[in-house]
């Protein structure tokens, strides 16, 4: 499976995936999902926004069902999966990793007998990362309800296109029924960070999601000559920017938090003109609401006095903000003691599952070490034997969940 999808929507240069939602490469691993669904006899069905979730019944399943309520039941259903697309030239595992688990695991639990005793779902959330239309977890949170597609058929991406465009969305104002009796989900991903390394652990339990959240700044200036302007007679919201993203990284720092300027839009964008206009996306995470509050409040205050002396000015957008999410106990312990005492970690991304967890689905996570500890990047990583590892857990945690 891995190497069948390895090369779609891989950059030649630099190595690193382009998988945006609705684009070629995104469609076409689509289409592997739903083939390797088929493959498996699994029935596949889409939400009017794009989620997919391959169904396993199994005939245990199937007569439970039938016995309880006349038919196949959703009841106390079971979800694992997690998202095939990727940010712009992002690694080849976030996301990825846990769907292909997902179909690995299933294959170990038929080969080992286990015949499940509920419904068990394999998913593919669509346009997790947030890298085309700005929100991230969005297949996610329209799926649960906590997006309307009222708002988010407006969103549009960097080409101007909206999203309501290119998706459908529910022609009757309802919302989406995929997850209808989903009790518990679990996401296998890869770390994105080194605290797999530094316990010397192939495989680690979730405990909960940081605070996180993303902000525009608007600064605006003067469009002036490059060359004639004095210094001193110059507005440039370019200045604000680079002392706002300073302060940042300052501020995360002595806190031990995170934040990150990492999406930047000049106007006129000319090599010899003063801009006029920069807009800057600021992502800042911290280990609770009321530091993550602090720590943007305090950006924001050093990016207005800036302004004041660069004869700028600054508009701040909260564009998203998520809470904590703490993923259940209950689930997080059985796992650990499943797993042989596995590593329980906090995670600064977030993720579906937490989408799912805030939305009253129990959820859990399991993580795969990343020897390279980097993440987003192309030189995000995973060794086969971890990966095999991972397949291991995965399926152990399904077997107790649903399993005969």
């Known amino acids: 499976m891995w190497r069948d999808i390895a090369p779609i929507g891989r950059s030649a240069s630099s190595g690193g995936y382009f998988r945006q939602p609705w684009h070629s490469a995104d469609l076409e691993l689509r289409a592997w999902f739903r083939s390797a669904a088929a493959s498996r006899g699994l029935e596949v069905e889409e939400d009017p926004f794009g989620n997919l979730v391959a169904w396993w019944d199994g005939t245990v399943g199937r007569r439970v069902a039938a016995e309880e309520r006349g038919g196949v039941s959703r009841r106390g259903a079971v979800l694992t999966g997690s998202h095939l697309d990727s940010v712009l030239d992002g690694g080849a595992y976030d996301g990825p990793l846990g769907v292909v688990s997902s179909f690995a ?49 407006q969103l549009t991406d960097r080409d101007g296109v909206r999203l309501g465009d ?53 600064i605006a200036g003067r469009a002036d000559h490059a060359g004639t302007t004095r210094m001193e007679d110059r507005a440039d919201p370019m200045l604000t920017y680079a002392m706002t993203a300073l302060a940042a990284n300052k501020q995360a720092r002595l806190s031990g938090q995170r934040a990150t300027f990492g999406r930047i839009d000049v ?3 000319g090599t010899n003109a003063v801009p006029s206009h920069v807009t800057a ?9 009321e530091t993550l509050a602090r ?10 006095e800036r ?18 999410v703490a993923f259940d106990d209950v689930m997080r312990d059985a796992l650990a003691a ?12 977030g993720h579906d599952a937490g989408v799912l967890q805030a939305a009253g689905i129990a959820s859990a ?4 070490r990343n020897p390279s500890g980097v993440s987003h990047s192309p030189e995000e990583t995973a060794e086969t034997a971890d990966c095999l590892a991972g397949v291991e857990a995965l399926a152990a945690t399904l077997t107790g969940l649903v399993g005969r």
């Not at 909260?318 to 809470?323: N, T």
């Not at 996570?365 to 795969?368: G, N, Y």
């Open 295 to 304: 720590l943007t409040a305090a950006i924001e205050r050093q990016a207005r």
């Open 365 to 368: 996570m399991l993580f795969v």
């Open 105 to 153: 695991a299933l294959d170990l639990m038929r080969d080992r007998g286990i015949e499940p005793t509920r419904r068990l779902g394999i998913a593919a959330f669509v346009e997790e990362e947030g890298s085309r239309f700005g929100l991230a977890c969005l297949g996610s949170r329209l799926a649960v309800g906590a997006t309307s597609w009222v708002d988010a058929q």
């Open 338 to 349: 499943r797993l042989g005492d596995a590593p329980v970690l906090p995670t600064q991304a």
């Open 307 to 324: 302004a004041e002396r660069d004869g700028t000015t600054v508009a701040v957008t909260r564009e998203s903000v998520s809470g904590e």
């Open 166 to 218: 290119v998706v459908e969305g529910p022609t009757d104002g309802a919302g989406s029924a995929l997850l209808e009796g989903v009790e518990t989900y679990v996401e296998l991903h890869v770390e994105q960070g080194r605290a797999l390394i530094d316990r010397d652990a192939a495989v680690g339990v979730g405990s909960a999601i940081w605070p996180h959240g993303r902000w525009r700044y608007d």
């Open 267 to 269: 106007r006129p964008n």
């Open 281 to 289: 996306w600021l992502d800042a995470r911290a280990e609770s609401s």
